[in-house]
């Protein structure tokens, strides 16, 4: 998980900048109006809200924006958004995993379609590649306070896989099943996570050259720049040198 665990941390350290916090919160948004279409507006009876509400205390989004979000979600608007996902090769072969939220379809697929090809990749039909990628729960907890060794004792009960801290920041890792009781133990701890999301982790991982790799996180970062993309996920290992670069 040691590549993971760097992407989460550039992430991360990324999302802290203000040119990506309105990116950010966009996504945020969008999980939120989906959550409340699906499940109402009621976050006690809705986890999925429950999660959406945490990740945006967890980007400190303003309460008010929270709000719109949810009232947002009640209005007939809502109804037009889609969750949809595509899969494709970036340079080299790197296999590239995106997940979208749109009230237009035809638009997201064609501008998806414009970023590989004029990047040096390919969109590849839905499922040729998802068998490189096994979901899971990933849960960002920065440290404070908390003890190291109590915390863990009491989140492997929860079902995590993997427990690492880097830069005063807990990266935890639960199997899909397990994501749900990972929340509510979080919540009977009454720790808030920075973010806590499903992600599609490779099963095994490719290492290019810095130039090659620089190409293909060229590519992510544009596809990740698009107003529809919410995630992007690929196998390519993030080296110590790529890191460096």
């Not at 009232?71 to 996902?85: H, P, R, W």
């Amino acid at each position: 998980m040691s590549g993971h665990n760097k992407w989460s941390t550039i992430k991360r350290k990324k999302g802290a900048l203000d040119a990506k916090r309105s990116k950010i919160f966009s996504k945020i948004i969008k999980d939120i109006t989906i959550a409340v279409r699906e499940g109402g507006a009621d976050a006690e009876n809705n986890p999925k809200l429950r999660l959406g509400i945490a990740n945006a205390k967890g980007a400190s989004m303003p309460k008010e924006t929270i709000q719109r979000a949810i009232n947002k979600g009640s209005e007939k608007d809502a109804a037009s958004l889609l969750e949809t996902t595509y899969e494709g090769k970036g340079p080299h072969g790197i296999a590239i995993f995106v997940e979208a939220t749109t009230d237009n379809a035809q638009r997201t697929v064609s501008n998806i379609r414009v970023y590989f090809n004029k990047h040096g990749g390919e969109l590849v039909k839905n499922g040729s590649l998802n068998y490189l990628f096994e979901r899971k729960g990933v849960f960002i907890i920065p440290k404070g306070n908390l003890n190291q060794d109590e915390l863990e004792m009491e989140l492997i009960d929860a079902g995590a896989d993997d427990i690492q801290l880097d830069d005063d920041v807990f990266t935890v890792t639960t199997a899909m099943e397990d994501f749900g009781n990972m929340m509510k133990k979080l919540e009977q701890l009454k720790i808030e996570p920075e973010s806590a999301s499903l992600q599609r982790i490779p099963k095994n991982t490719e290492t290019l050259d810095v130039e090659s790799a620089r190409k293909v996180l060229k590519l992510i970062e544009i596809i990740e720049d698009d107003e529809d993309v919410q995630n992007v996920f690929h196998n390519l290992t993030l080296t110590d040198e790529l890191m460096e670069e």
